[in-house]
């Protein structure tokens, strides 16, 4: 796994910790006044999936790129680049 990868993953593994700590705490604590729903939890747990799933999905992938390949013409002569997928 690349390096910039595991710092996403890191990134995104805190994330989704910060949201889990955030769900937990229920919505009447953030309030004056009784209200009859789940305020923002819901959105917050579902926020805290989807990060998990992005992180996953970016640990899990192989590490792959672009490479510049020269191009050659008939005579051996190098006349340009082009970029390639390497895996």
Request: aromatic share 12%; with cysteine.
């Amino acid at each position: 796994m690349s390096k910039s990868k595991k710092i996403i993953s890191a990134t995104l593994a805190a994330a989704v910790l910060a949201g889990t700590v955030a769900s937990a705490t229920p919505a009447l604590a953030w309030s004056k006044w009784h209200h009859h729903g789940y305020g923002w939890a819901p959105y917050a747990v579902g926020g805290a999936l989807a990060l998990g799933a992005v992180a996953a999905a970016a640990a899990s992938g192989p590490d792959c790129g672009y490479v510049r390949e020269p191009i050659y013409n008939r005579y051996g002569y190098v006349v340009g680049y082009r970029t390639t997928p390497a895996c």
